[in-house]
């Protein structure tokens, strides 16, 4: 059984050596490991190879990171058996020394798998904005072990495919049953990994992130930065849910994206309720039922950051901090549907 790993990179110099470390631990290595220099200004190609992996070097590619595996997949796929493996991960990522043993782990144990994702969490630093961004990262787990670990999406940081799904995604891009263009990414999405996950899902396979599958990734360091990247990430979940359609795969991200909405509605009328209130009204002192409300909220905001240790709980515990970082999020689903209604032209913003 063949693995080869794909680590798509655009002036990643100085995070491409560890992304390679993390590789090089695994206690099942890759058979060959490949950095994609996509259009890279500094030194990545250099110290990849120095480091001993492979470098391919995309030509006149314009299509950013989607373009970039295309064009490394291609001559890939062509010497891959079906059953061989592609594992995809970001530069900035450093994979769990067990990732891809419990990966292919669970390909062996249910052969309606055709995709393992990654269970993400964020890197230490960026202060009190990467806490808030390890917080939330480390409930998305939570979720993903409730869900009995469905993958939601196939996330870049690092999945691993079964090469004959790939020619599937592809054979049907061709075929017209699913769009993007005539590649394996998909060329006319924002999130490629996300579309992605709607067209292996929709080829009738399974996508899980076992508890194993875990990896360590970047925080955005600023909230400009942060803007740029939710709002890729949102507006390009709306795209792809628009090119497929409700169906009995995208129902649910349709649902999850009807609660986000639901939700920024209710935060909104709470917030006009109780400046009225106060204003008319005024201040009428504690009561008993929503303080035992507001505690149990409390209880549960801390209880499920505590891995993180007493620094994340000691944020979560007052919530005004979590409140405004869920005011921030809620603005960019706002600002996205806004983007879209009135079709505004979509730009893929390096991070």
Same mark, same amino acid.
């Given at each position: 059984m063949t693995l080869v790993?794909?680590?798509?990179?655009? !002036?990643?110099?100085?995070r491409i050596v560890a992304? +390679?470390? *993390? +590789?090089?631990?695994q206690t099942r290595r890759p058979d060959r490991i490949v950095v994609v220099a996509d259009n890279c200004s500094d030194r990545t190609a250099r110290i990849?190879?120095?480091? *001993?992996? @492979?470098?391919?070097?995309?030509? !006149?590619?314009? !299509?950013?990171?989607?373009?970039?595996?295309?064009?490394a997949l291609a001559p890939l796929l062509a010497d891959l058996d079906d059953d061989a493996y592609v594992l995809v991960q970001d530069a900035d990522t450093v994979l769990n020394p067990d990732f891809v043993r419990c990966a292919v782990e669970a390909f062996d144990e249910d052969g309606t798998v055709g995709a393992? *994702? *990654?269970i993400f969490y964020g890197e230490q630093g960026s202060g009190v904005l990467g806490m808030l961004q390890r917080m939330e990262y480390q409930r998305y787990a939570l979720e993903i072990r409730r869900k009995k670990n469905e993958a939601v999406v196939l996330t870049g940081t690092g999945t691993l495919f079964r090469a004959d799904v790939l020619r599937q995604v592809r054979e049907a891009r061709l075929a017209g049953t699913i769009g993007g263009g005539d590649g394996y990414y998909s060329l006319a999405s924002l999130t490629e990994d996300d579309e992605m996950t709607k067209a292996v899902k929709t080829l009738g396979h399974r996508t899980v992130s076992p508890d194993g599958?875990?990896?360590?990734?970047?925080?955005m360091p600023s909230l400009g930065k942060l803007w740029h990247q939710r709002l890729r990430w949102q507006r390009g979940a709306? @795209?792809?849910?628009? !090119?497929?359609?409700w169906t009995k795969v995208t129902a649910p991200y349709f649902r999850q994206q009807m609660l986000l909405g639901a939700g920024a509605l209710a935060l909104a009328l709470f917030a006009?309720?109780?400046?009225?209130n106060l204003t008319l009204v005024g201040w009428g002192g504690f009561s008993v039922f929503w303080t035992a409300i507001t505690l149990l909220f409390v209880a549960e905001r801390t209880l499920t950051v505590r891995r993180l240790g007493w620094r994340a709980a000691l944020l979560a515990a007052?919530?005004?901090? @979590?409140? +405004?970082y869920d005011v921030f999020r809620q603005a960019v689903f706002v600002r996205s549907l806004v983007d879209l209604a009135l079709r505004r032209e979509a730009r893929w913003v390096a991070t």
């Open positions: 790993a794909l680590i798509p990179a655009h !002036d990643e110099q100085d992304t +390679l470390a *993390g +590789l090089y631990r990849a190879e120095y480091c *001993g992996a @492979e470098v391919f070097l995309p030509t !006149d590619n314009r !299509d950013k990171k989607a373009g970039a595996l295309n064009q393992v *994702g *990654g599958c875990w990896l360590v990734t970047e925080v709306l @795209e792809n849910l628009r !090119d497929y359609g006009l309720f109780a400046v009225l007052p919530l005004i901090p @979590e409140l +405004l």
